[in-house]
C-alpha cells in the first residue's frame, strides 16, 4: 500500500481557529507575519501597535537581535540536554535568582506559567511532608484570579465559568474574595475591604482546619482574571502574617507580573515586608521568544525536599539550554537598557493619558494597574458601574474594533462579566512616549466608534 493513500490531507487548513472560534474571548482572526519593536504585520502588510504584549509577555517587543543571535548561538551549541545541566541553565538560574534577591535561592525552569504553579504546589506538598507535617494537602486560592491552563493550576483558579466545566475532573480549591478595589461592597473603602479580605484568609484557613492548610497561592498584582488589581499596601503586610500564624506556605503567581513588568524585576519587590516563599514567574522572562517559566524557592525549602529523597517531579523541556539561553538574553537586554526603569516611568504616562481618555469618555469605568501592567474597565454607566449586557460583550467589541484600526488589545470578560471587563493597556516595556501617544491615538479612535454604537 502506499504512503498516498494513508495519509490524507487534513482539511483543517489554520492552526488555532476551531479552537478558539465562539464567544468565550479567543478569535484569532490576524494571520501574523512578522514583528519589530512594538508592532507586528499581518500577511496583508497592515501593521498593529502590540497594545498588550501579546498575553502580556513580549517585554522587549519583536524582533529583537540580541535575542536572535543568542538564540542561534545556543542552537549552534546544543538545543536540548535532559539529565544534565549547562551552562546556559545554571546561568539564567542564578541570574533570576539574583534578581529575586535574599531567600530566593534556587530555581527551577519550566516551559511556561502553568508548569510554574503546578511545580510550586507539588514543592510546597513535597516540603510539608519532609518537615514532618504531613497533613497539611490544601491549597487556598482567590476568586477572582488565574493561575494556569493545567488542572493543578485550574483548579486554584478562581472563575466559576471554567470550574462548572472542569470542576467534576479536579479538585477544586477553597477561594477567599480577593480586594477589588472598583467595584466596593457597600459600606467598604478600598482599604477596610482589603482588611476585610485578609481576614477572610484567617477564616478560611480555621474553617479548613489549620494543620490542613498548605499553601495560600495570589497573583500581588493581578493579570486578566482581576484586571492588573493592586491591593493597599496593609493587605499584603496582614496575609503575609497569616500565613507566618498558622504555618502556611505564601505563593506569589508573578506569572504576568513579574519578570519587570511592574517596575521591579518581582512585584513582591514593591512589599519588602511582605516577600512569598515561593514565586512563580513566566511570560516576561523569555518575552515571548521561547516557551518558558520558573519557580523561584528558599534553600530552606529546597534543602529539605533534597533531603528526603528529592524533588518527584519534572517535564520533559525543564532546564532546557536553548530556552535557558534566550532568557539570559532576555534578562541582559532588559537590565542593559533599564527597562524596569522604563516600565515604571512610562507606566505613570500612560497612566495618566488612560485616566485622561477616561474623563471624556462615558463607558470607561475604572483604569488601574502598576509600571506597564494596567487594565482599562468598560462599564455601560459610570455612575452605577454596571456592566453592559452579556449579549453586547463589550470588551471583545472594543478589541475588534481596536484590531480594525491597528491596534492589538488582550481584552477579558471575567467569570462571564461577573466580576467586570476590560483589556490590558501592557504594551511592551520598550515603549517611548511618542509610541505611547499612537497608542492612546489608537485607543481614542476605538472609543469614538464603541461610544457611537452606544449612544
Ligand atoms: N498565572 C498567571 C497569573 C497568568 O496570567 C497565567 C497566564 O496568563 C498563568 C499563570 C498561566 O501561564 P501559562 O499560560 O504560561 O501556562
Known sequence: MSTQSIVR?????????????????????????????????DTNGKRYLDGSSGAVCTNLGHGNERVRDAMIDQANRISYAPFSTSESTDTLSKMISDLAGPGFDQTFLVSGGSEAVESAIKLARQYAIASGQPKRRKILARMPGYHGATLGAAAATGDPDRDEIFGPIMQIVPKVAAPLSYRLPEGFDVSSYADYCADALEHQILAEGEETVLAFIMEPVGGVATGALVAPDNYYSKVREICDRFGVLLIFDEVMCGAGRTGTFLATHHWPNALPDLVVCAKGLSAG???????????????????????LHGHTYAGNPLSSAIGVAVLKEMLDHDLMGN????GVVLRRKLNALKDRSFTIGDVRGMGLLNAVEIVEDQATKAIFPAAKQASYRVREIARELGLHLYARRTASGKFGEWFMAAPPLIITEPEIDLFMELLTETFQVFESENR
Not at 9 to 37: C, E, I, L, M
Not at 296 to 307: H, L, Q, Y
Request: charged share 20%.
Open 9 to 41: 490531507p487534513n482539511p483543517v487548513q489554520k492552526a488555532f481557529d476551531r479552537f478558539y472560534a465562539g464567544s468565550r474571548g479567543g478569535t484569532v482572526t490576524v494571520n501574523v507575519s512578522h514583528g519589530k519593536g512594538i508592532f507586528v504585520w
Open 289 to 311: 521568544y521561547t516557551p518558558l517559566g520558573a519557580m523561584i524557592a528558599p534553600n530552606r525549602i529546597v534543602d529539605k525536599v533534597a533531603e528526603s529523597g528529592g524533588f
Open 343 to 346: 516600565a515604571e516611568r512610562m
